[in-house]
């Protein structure tokens, strides 16, 4: 059974950036496909970023193309999301979530971490 823990999140400032981390344990993430979703407060969970389980296909919702950058590093069972020139409406919890290639299936879910975003 793979367990999933993010960390990473916090409290900045408009324009700022953090990295959030995805770590497993008690199995491997090498072949899932890796998945980023958040939910803000009163709305629906929705998806942010995926990551093939080599890396090497990436991708993204359109609110954070060109500003969120996932990555992989298979040896460290880990992913990450680069998260840069936050936005208030970034504010969320965000999960990470290990499927199948396409997106049909998710196997595991991290419990979270919320992310605020400050104007």
């Known amino acids: 059974q793979v367990q999933l823990v993010e960390s990473g999140g916090g409290l900045v400032q408009a324009g700022g950036s953090l990295r959030l981390s995805c770590a497993a344990s008690?199995?491997?993430?090498?072949?899932?496909?890796m998945n980023w979703f958040r939910q803000a407060p009163g709305k629906e969970r929705e998806f942010v970023a995926a990551?093939?389980?080599?890396?090497?296909?990436?991708d993204y919702a359109d609110s954070v193309k060109g500003r969120f950058t996932t990555s992989r590093a298979n040896a460290q069972n880990t992913v990450y999301l680069q998260m840069n020139s936050l936005k208030p409406e970034d504010t969320a919890v965000y999960y990470c979530?290990?499927?199948?290639?396409?997106?049909?299936?998710?196997?595991?879910w991290g419990q979270g971490t919320q992310v605020t975003v400050s104007s």
């Open positions: 979530a290990a499927g199948n290639t396409g997106g049909t299936r998710y196997d595991y």
């Open positions: 008690g199995g491997t993430i090498r072949n899932y496909a």
């Open positions: 990551i093939s389980w080599s890396g090497s296909t990436t």
